[in-house]
């Protein structure tokens, strides 16, 4: 299958700064990349959906503001936890796809923010 | 009611065994299902990717589909404990649309 790099797989952060996740599609061209929080023992829940080149479309409850996404290319995605506190701790996991079939995931980034 | 259930288990079964992992859906335009596996603190990989109803296989592990009743089921034979893994299923109405996941099921295969 196709493959979706996702980096950090794990951070750190001090409550109040920002974290930037990226997630790369490396060998075929996402022009949908989905961004998905986890909590433990629970499903994934969608927070947004971008095309690339184009403002991302965010679910119901998820803050535009909190959670920047940029996909400025075919191949990169970013997510950007902004004045990240304790709450936004979680498991964020993007996916892409090409052509609207199957959707491929990165490997997940685990934040904590303390 | 959830768009789609799953029962999270645990599932324990011993090596060797035919493991059967069922979904439930309300949604009647669900047309695409997939099969993830998700090891933990790691993102899901894709097993079975299916259209509308019917039979896949591939290797191990098939997949089906049944519309009527609103209900997919993964098959995995000769399970492994390399298999343990939560799985989750997952689904849409169409291409760009938005995935709807199951909790996942959490499976132990006991060697």
């Known amino acids: 299958g196709a493959v979706v790099s996702q980096h950090p797989s794990r951070v750190i952060c001090k409550s109040g700064t920002s974290v930037k996740i990226e997630c790369r599609s490396l060998d075929f061209q996402a022009t949908t990349m989905f961004w998905y929080r986890q909590f433990p023992k629970q499903s994934l829940m969608l927070m947004a959906t971008?095309?690339?080149?184009?403002?991302?479309?965010?679910e119901q409850g998820v803050e535009k503001d909190k959670f920047l996404i940029n996909h400025a290319s075919l191949t990169l995605s970013t997510l950007t936890v902004t004045s990240a506190h304790p709450e936004d701790s979680s498991f964020y996991i993007c996916s892409g796809t090409t052509e609207g079939t199957e959707a491929f995931f990165g490997q997940g980034t685990r934040l904590t923010v303390v | 009611q959830k768009e789609v259930e799953q029962d999270p288990g645990p599932l324990s079964v011993p090596e060797g065994a035919i493991v059967s992992l069922n979904c439930t859906y309300s949604n009647s335009a669900f047309q695409y299902f997939m099969w993830y596996r998700q090891y933990s603190r790691k993102g899901p990989e894709l097993l079975m990717y299916t259209y509308s109803s019917g039979n896949k296989e591939d290797g191990r592990f098939t997949a089906q589909v049944d519309k009527s009743s609103k209900y997919i089921s993964l098959f995995i034979r000769d399970s492994q404990p390399s298999d343990s893994a939560t799985y989750l299923c997952a689904m849409n109405s169409g291409g760009y649309q938005k995935v709807t996941f199951g909790i996942g099921t959490k499976l132990q295969v006991i060697p």
């Open positions: 971008s095309n690339e080149g184009s403002k991302a479309t965010y």
